[in-house]
């Protein structure tokens, strides 16, 4: 199963990644536009810290997600591909998965009331805020293609 993962060492905690998230979250998807919407889109990305040392908090797709069995209206489900996938449509805004989520990767949404969660942006080829990222600190793909991709940073370290 391909995820979203998150390199530490290469993040400077330039918000590109919010940014790009917070536009394709918005109601105009534009850039500019999207920050003066009201209420103001939530990104589904959220970066945290300081001084050199960041985090990030996105959805890790859990194969036993706490979140899905918490949803008691059937909001949260497994996709066939294996990710955690949300239905807007069918959430009741009780917030348990928000509860439940070990990464704080689920929050109530501004714009809606109900709960959301990084998709992925299935609906692209990769994810923007993957491609917004300069320093290369997403990574969206296998377990086994991001053991690859950070390969030569263990090497560096070294």
Same mark, same amino acid.
């Given at each position: 199963?391909?995820? %979203?993962?998150?390199? /530490? +060492?290469?993040?400077?905690?330039?918000?590109?990644?919010?940014?790009?998230?917070?536009? &394709?979250?918005? &109601? *105009?998807?534009?850039?500019?536009?999207?920050?003066? +919407?009201?209420?103001?889109?939530?990104?589904?990305? $959220?970066?945290?810290?300081? @001084? !050199? $040392?960041?985090?990030?908090?996105?959805?890790?797709?859990?194969?036993?997600?706490?979140?899905? +069995?918490?949803?008691?209206?059937?909001?949260?489900?497994?996709? @066939?591909?294996?990710?955690?996938?949300?239905?807007?449509?069918?959430?009741?805004?009780?917030?348990?998965?928000?509860?439940?989520? /070990?990464? =704080?990767?689920?929050?109530?949404?501004?714009? *809606?009331? &109900?709960? !959301? &969660?990084?998709?992925?942006? %299935? @609906?692209?080829?990769? /994810?923007?805020?993957?491609?917004?990222?300069? $320093?290369?600190?997403?990574?969206?793909? *296998?377990? =086994? +293609?991001?053991?690859?991709?950070?390969?030569? @940073?263990?090497?560096?370290?070294?």
């Amino acid at each position: 199963m391909r995820k %979203l993962y998150f390199i /530490p +060492e290469r993040c400077n905690g330039c918000l590109a990644c919010e940014q790009v998230c917070r536009q &394709k979250q918005s &109601k *105009t998807q534009s850039l500019f536009n999207s920050k003066a +919407e009201t209420p103001l889109a939530k990104p589904q990305i $959220r970066v945290s810290g300081a @001084d !050199g $040392r960041y985090s990030v908090s996105v959805c890790q797709n859990c194969v036993h997600a706490a979140c899905v +069995e918490a949803c008691m209206a059937g909001a949260l489900s497994y996709s @066939d591909a294996g990710h955690v996938s949300h239905d807007a449509k069918q959430c009741v805004s009780c917030y348990m998965c928000v509860m439940v989520c /070990p990464f =704080a990767a689920i929050a109530p949404q501004l714009t *809606t009331g &109900k709960a !959301g &969660k990084c998709q992925l942006c %299935l @609906d692209e080829e990769q /994810p923007p805020c993957m491609i917004a990222c300069s $320093r290369k600190a997403l990574f969206f793909g *296998t377990a =086994a +293609e991001y053991e690859k991709e950070i390969e030569g @940073d263990r090497l560096c370290i070294m």
